[in-house]
């Protein structure tokens, strides 16, 4: 005989919308990260156990998708728009693809863990 376990309802929306901002998804208060992609174990405001969180490649791969598409739908428009030489137009795009992993990476990562905490998954 299966058991079920009665969990709280976490509103899932409010949990993405702290993870892009990295903040703890519990509370949406205390910080998810440090250093760069680094997860704090625990919420320093409510205490939410964040060391069960399983990442792992999943942003990197989001973030991978969304810049590709920018970059590709950028690409597009500077080739159709611009009279730039092969060689300005490889090193705006590469610099833009990289800023943008940049920034976005992290973003991914907490919204990740946010989905975790939300959906109970890990241990959440």
């Known amino acids: 005989m299966t058991e079920t376990v009665q969990t709280e309802d ?11 901002a990295l903040k703890c998804p519990n509370c949406s208060e205390g910080p998810l990260l440090y250093k760069y992609l680094k997860v704090h174990d625990s919420c320093s405001v409510c205490g939410q156990d964040l060391s ?9 791969y989001l973030t991978i998708l969304f810049v590709a598409h920018l970059v ?3 690409a597009h428009i500077l080739i159709s728009y611009t009279a730039l ?22 973003r991914m990562k907490g919204m990740v863990i946010a989905i975790q905490w939300a959906k109970h998954m890990h241990g959440f």
Do not use: E, T
């Not at 976490?10 to 892009?20: C, I, S, W």
């Not at 069960?52 to 990197?60: E, L, M, N, S, Y």
């Open 52 to 60: 069960c969180q399983r990442a792992d490649d999943g942003p990197a």
């Open 10 to 20: 976490r509103n899932f929306k409010a949990a993405v919308k702290d993870g892009l």
């Open 85 to 106: 030489s092969n060689m300005a137009l490889f090193l705006v795009l590469s610099f833009v693809a990289v800023v943008l992993a940049l920034i976005i990476l992290p």
């Open 72 to 74: 590709g739908f950028l």
